[in-house]
């Protein structure tokens, strides 16, 4: 089978990681995949870049979507259907279409030629703008709503009643199948103007080759932390500046433990260059999955109290390693910890109940310590490997061909 790929990028976000992954691990079967992206990390040869958002013409086209207040159709990105990857495509796999690289008109024409899985990663394609809607209800023209313009992606003015009526235009024109990465987020897109999609939940696979256990004094001594704390770890971009991650409410704990000798807190992705204080170590973003596994390993529990979010891969890598996970009860996150087995399930936003779940973990005995960490590693073995996620796909892949080449089939 043939794959064609399309994300905003190809080795960097949650998104692109799993399509990534989906791409090598396909190949690993024998099919034929290659990615058309708006920002190329990687040096795979089958990655091609679409419209390049890095390029001069990129940053006007950004600030153009921005200041018009519309990321759907000031550009184009029709001439995807002229190249030879499309051509030779069985089945078109979309992930994040939005970031300024991809025409969703674009999505029209594609689904007249090929059958099309489009995965939601984020809310942004049943809000008429922003990833994700937070507490934003259901508008009546099945939308959600947006808390307010600067929510990624950003528009400068109030323009939502067109990119409403442009996208139900384009969806009503468009054959597509839904996957979501939760339950959650499918609840979300069945009460949307998309609930007569078709739709599957497939979650999120993570490599546990590369994602394990690895003996926490090993793992401390590799990397250089300390062997008489206990070590919290937080893992988010830009680090207590980045607000849909909880990093206040991380900062807010951090900053009443400072008192605490026998903590010690890893920030990894944080602000700025590598840096150490008292009992906090800030690590700017790492690459290598190797090394990021020795850190989950390294630590005591993982404080993640992200207030939006679907199928977090860094949940499921920190349980592979025997790492278990203190989050808010958002978003897909609860489908992913078995509360009180492999983490802490808090209530949203609730700073105290988040304090009582690390407190929890931290408070654990060894033979609790012991079982949490197998729980984890089981659960991300029995439910989100790899090998899951990618026989899922593929098999829905087949399902959408066969109809899409059916006799019957209504274009």
Same mark, same amino acid.
């Given at each position: 089978?043939?794959?064609?790929?399309?994300?905003?990028?190809?080795?960097?976000?949650?998104? +692109?990681?799993?399509?990534?992954?989906?791409?090598?691990?396909?190949?690993?079967?024998?099919?034929?995949?290659?990615?058309?992206?708006?920002?190329?990390?990687?040096?795979?040869?089958?990655?091609?870049?679409?419209?390049?958002?890095?390029?001069?013409?990129?940053?006007?086209?950004?600030?153009?979507?921005?200041?018009?207040?519309?990321?759907?159709?000031?550009?184009?990105?029709?001439?995807?259907?002229?190249?030879?990857?499309?051509?030779?495509?069985?089945?078109?796999?979309?992930?994040?279409?939005?970031?300024?690289?991809?025409?969703?008109?674009?999505?029209?024409?594609?689904?007249?030629?090929?059958?099309?899985?489009?995965?939601?990663?984020?809310?942004?394609?049943?809000?008429?703008?922003?990833?994700?809607?937070?507490?934003?209800?259901?508008?009546?023209?099945?939308?959600?709503?947006?808390?307010?313009?600067?929510?990624?992606?950003?528009?400068?003015?109030? %323009?939502?009643?067109?990119?409403?009526?442009?996208?139900?235009?384009?969806?009503?024109?468009?054959?597509?199948?839904?996957?979501?990465?939760?339950?959650?987020?499918?609840?979300?897109?069945?009460?949307?103007?998309?609930?007569?999609?078709?739709?599957?939940?497939?979650?999120?696979?993570?490599?546990?080759?590369?994602?394990?256990?690895?003996?926490?004094?090993?793992?401390?001594?590799?990397?250089?932390?300390?062997?008489?704390?206990?070590? #919290?770890?937080?893992?988010?971009?830009?680090?207590?500046?980045?607000?849909?991650?909880?990093?206040?409410?991380?900062?807010?704990?951090?900053?009443?433990?400072?008192?605490?000798?026998?903590?010690?807190?890893?920030?990894?992705?944080?602000?700025?260059?590598?840096?150490?204080?008292?009992?906090?170590?800030?690590?700017?973003? #790492?690459?290598?999955?190797?090394?990021?596994?020795?850190?989950?390993? +390294?630590?005591? #529990?993982?404080?993640?109290?992200?207030?939006?979010?679907?199928?977090?891969?860094?949940?499921?890598?920190?349980?592979?390693?025997?790492?278990?996970?203190?989050?808010?009860?958002?978003?897909?996150?609860?489908?992913?910890?078995?509360?009180?087995?492999?983490?802490?399930?808090?209530?949203?936003? %609730?700073?105290?109940?988040?304090?009582?779940?690390?407190?929890?973990?931290?408070?654990?005995?060894?033979?609790?310590?012991?079982?949490?960490?197998?729980?984890?590693?089981? %659960?991300?073995?029995?439910?989100?490997?790899?090998?899951?996620?990618?026989?899922?796909?593929?098999?829905?892949?087949?399902?959408?061909?066969?109809?899409?080449?059916?006799?019957?089939?209504?274009?």
């Amino acid at each position: 089978m043939n794959v064609l790929q399309i994300n905003t990028t190809d080795a960097r976000g949650g998104a +692109a990681k799993v399509a990534y992954l989906l791409k090598i691990e396909s190949e690993k079967r024998g099919h034929t995949t290659s990615m058309f992206v708006g920002r190329k990390y990687s040096d795979n040869e089958k990655v091609y870049l679409l419209n390049d958002v890095q390029s001069f013409t990129g940053k006007i086209r950004r600030k153009l979507a921005y200041y018009l207040a519309n990321d759907i159709d000031v550009f184009s990105s029709d001439h995807i259907l002229k190249t030879e990857e499309f051509k030779k495509a069985d089945v078109i796999h979309c992930h994040n279409l939005h970031s300024n690289y991809f025409n969703l008109g674009t999505l029209e024409k594609i689904s007249r030629f090929k059958p099309v899985v489009w995965t939601f990663h984020d809310m942004w394609p049943i809000t008429a703008h922003c990833a994700h809607a937070f507490d934003g209800k259901l508008k009546e023209s099945g939308f959600f709503t947006c808390p307010n313009l600067d929510i990624y992606p950003p528009i400068a003015w109030h %323009n939502e009643k067109y990119l409403e009526k442009r996208r139900k235009q384009i969806y009503e024109k468009s054959n597509f199948h839904i996957v979501t990465p939760s339950k959650w987020l499918g609840d979300k897109v069945g009460l949307s103007i998309l609930k007569d999609k078709p739709l599957t939940v497939i979650y999120n696979g993570i490599d546990t080759e590369v994602f394990k256990p690895i003996p926490q004094a090993k793992a401390r001594l590799d990397i250089g932390l300390p062997l008489n704390k206990k070590i #919290v770890l937080t893992v988010a971009k830009r680090g207590k500046f980045n607000l849909w991650k909880g990093g206040g409410y991380a900062q807010e704990i951090i900053n009443s433990s400072r008192d605490r000798s026998d903590l010690y807190f890893v920030n990894l992705g944080g602000n700025g260059n590598d840096h150490l204080q008292t009992n906090i170590k800030t690590v700017s973003y #790492v690459k290598d999955e190797t090394l990021l596994a020795k850190y989950y390993s +390294a630590a005591n #529990v993982l404080l993640y109290p992200s207030i939006a979010d679907n199928c977090p891969l860094v949940v499921l890598e920190a349980q592979a390693c025997g790492l278990p996970v203190i989050a808010f009860n958002t978003g897909g996150i609860p489908e992913l910890i078995e509360h009180q087995k492999t983490g802490f399930i808090a209530d949203y936003k %609730n700073l105290d109940d988040l304090k009582t779940g690390l407190n929890f973990i931290l408070n654990l005995n060894d033979i609790q310590i012991k079982n949490f960490r197998e729980d984890s590693v089981k %659960n991300i073995a029995d439910n989100f490997s790899k090998e899951l996620m990618v026989n899922s796909y593929i098999q829905l892949y087949q399902k959408e061909v066969s109809a899409f080449n059916s006799p019957d089939m209504s274009q």
